[in-house]
Each structure stands twice: as structure tokens, then as C-alpha cells.
């Protein structure tokens, strides 16, 4: 148990190099400007699919320390050990998210990387030295919706990080039920977010189907957007 303990420790702090608390833990300051958003909320709710790490490149972490909670999800069985560990007040389930039900197949380099996936083509883009293969559980964010959510809290921001996977997991939850405040997510066109494009994502399935449920885009970095579900 010592020996476990241990190893945590050393993928949460030492191997990361988070010694001390940082005003940012998100790659590309999201948690940032989630933080100015919900400035006055000192409690809420937050789905994080994709959540990685609890501390290192997560965008709901600043939440968290503030009061927070939420249900995590990821396709790493190491990474769900993480949060159960340190962040005990959130709903951590080993799973993968998409629009059906059943096993897929992980595609993967290291048992906890932020680039492991459930797609083949993007883990060839990612991993060009290789990666090994696993199986793991997929189900609906609308069946753990039904099981964990209490139907009168609100959604405050659904958090999608799955490597190409993006639009399956939007697929998988019904709207009409649930209605995030925000949804962050990443937007990968690999032909052409390289090139001298920077509104490459406007042609984008993800982009569309954002706008077709009422929901604008108020922040960008690079490939990871911030949309708000507009109020009437």
C-alpha cells in the first residue's frame, strides 16, 4: 500500500513537476478564463470526459480547489486511480464515451498519456514510433447521466478531450435533457488547421453541430474552444 501511495505521488507531483500551487494548470490557460467565468459560483458542476490527470494539463482542477465537483472519465485505468486518490469529491469512472455501447479497442503509447485514443488514425498521427492495444468499456454519456446525475443540479461545463473522438461523445448525450452552460473542446482537422487557415474549424463537424444546438463560440486557443449555450 506504501509502495502505491508512492507511486501517485510521484505521477502526481515529481513527474510533473507541480512542487507548489500554479495560478494554471491547463495547457493552454482554459481553466484560466473557466475561472473569470465563474468568478461569483463557488460551487458547481462540472463532466470532464478525457480528464487525464487531476492535476497536470486539466482544465477543471482551478474548480475544483474552489469548491467544486463533478464526474471524470477516461479510457486510462492508472489515470482513474489518480483522481480517485487526490480528488475525492468528483465521480471518477474508467470508460470510454461514444454514441453506442459495447468495447473498443485503446490505442496507446503509455498506460497514462494525454494522447491515448479510442481512434486509430489519430494515434498513427500522434504515436509515428508506435503504440500497443488494449480493449476497454464504452458506453453513452447519457446512460452515466441517468445513473450518477441528480436531475436538478445544473451542468455548468462539459469538457470533451478524447483525441478524435469529440463529436461520438457529443452525440451521446441529449440536449434536450441536459444543457451545459459551457462546453470546451478540442477542434482537430488535420488538413487544415496546419495550414494558413486560423477559421479552419468553421468547416468543421464539431463547430456545426455546436451551432446547431444554440451553443457560441467565446474563447479559442489554438485547437481548444470554449462555447456558451446563448440565452434567450
Same mark, same amino acid.
Given at each position: 500500500?506504501?509502495?502505491?501511495?508512492?507511486?501517485?505521488?510521484?505521477?502526481?507531483?515529481?513527474?510533473?513537476?507541480?512542487? $507548489?500551487?500554479?495560478?494554471? $494548470?491547463?495547457?493552454?490557460? *482554459?481553466?484560466?478564463?473557466?475561472?473569470?467565468?465563474?468568478?461569483?459560483?463557488?460551487?458547481?458542476?462540472?463532466?470532464?470526459?478525457?480528464? $487525464?490527470?487531476?492535476?497536470?494539463?486539466?482544465?477543471?482542477?482551478?474548480?475544483?480547489?474552489?469548491?467544486?465537483?463533478?464526474?471524470?472519465?477516461?479510457?486510462?485505468?492508472?489515470?482513474?486511480?489518480?483522481?480517485?486518490?487526490?480528488?475525492?469529491?468528483?465521480?471518477?469512472?474508467?470508460?470510454?464515451?461514444?454514441?453506442?455501447?459495447?468495447?473498443?479497442? +485503446?490505442?496507446?503509447?503509455?498506460?497514462?498519456?494525454?494522447?491515448?485514443?479510442?481512434?486509430?488514425? +489519430?494515434?498513427?498521427?500522434?504515436?509515428?514510433?508506435?503504440?500497443?492495444?488494449?480493449?476497454?468499456?464504452?458506453?453513452?454519456?447519457?446512460?452515466?447521466?441517468?445513473?450518477?446525475?441528480?436531475?436538478?443540479?445544473?451542468? *455548468?461545463?462539459?469538457?470533451?478531450?478524447?483525441?478524435? *473522438?469529440?463529436?461520438?461523445?457529443?452525440?451521446?448525450?441529449?440536449?434536450?435533457?441536459?444543457?451545459?452552460?459551457?462546453?470546451?473542446?478540442?477542434?482537430?482537422?488535420?488538413?487544415?488547421?496546419?495550414?494558413?487557415?486560423?477559421?479552419?474549424?468553421?468547416?468543421?463537424?464539431?463547430?456545426?453541430?455546436?451551432?446547431?444546438?444554440?451553443?457560441?463560440?467565446?474563447?479559442?486557443?489554438? $485547437?481548444?474552444?470554449?462555447?456558451?449555450?446563448?440565452?434567450?
Amino acid at each position: 500500500m506504501i509502495i502505491k501511495y508512492i507511486r501517485y505521488l510521484y505521477y502526481l507531483f515529481y513527474r510533473t513537476k507541480i512542487y $507548489y500551487p500554479k495560478k494554471s $494548470y491547463s495547457l493552454l490557460g *482554459e481553466d484560466i478564463f473557466l475561472k473569470k467565468y465563474f468568478n461569483k459560483k463557488k460551487k458547481g458542476f462540472y463532466i470532464d470526459v478525457g480528464c $487525464y490527470h487531476p492535476i497536470w494539463g486539466n482544465n477543471t482542477y482551478l474548480l475544483y480547489k474552489k469548491g467544486w465537483n463533478g464526474i471524470n472519465f477516461d479510457i486510462s485505468k492508472f489515470s482513474i486511480e489518480l483522481f480517485n486518490f487526490y480528488r475525492k469529491r468528483d465521480k471518477n469512472i474508467w470508460s470510454g464515451i461514444s454514441n453506442k455501447k459495447g468495447y473498443r479497442k +485503446i490505442f496507446f503509447r503509455r498506460k497514462i498519456n494525454m494522447l491515448n485514443t479510442l481512434n486509430k488514425k +489519430i494515434a498513427k498521427i500522434h504515436f509515428k514510433k508506435g503504440f500497443r492495444t488494449g480493449k476497454v468499456k464504452v458506453n453513452t454519456l447519457n446512460y452515466f447521466l441517468k445513473k450518477f446525475y441528480k436531475i436538478n443540479k445544473k451542468i *455548468e461545463l462539459l469538457k470533451i478531450d478524447v483525441e478524435g *473522438e469529440e463529436l461520438n461523445v457529443l452525440k451521446s448525450i441529449n440536449f434536450k435533457n441536459y444543457k451545459p452552460t459551457l462546453i470546451s473542446i478540442e477542434i482537430h482537422n488535420q488538413k487544415s488547421m496546419y495550414e494558413d487557415n486560423s477559421n479552419y474549424f468553421k468547416t468543421d463537424k464539431i463547430y456545426k453541430y455546436l451551432t446547431v444546438l444554440n451553443y457560441k463560440l467565446i474563447w479559442r486557443n489554438q $485547437y481548444s474552444f470554449i462555447f456558451e449555450k446563448k440565452k434567450y
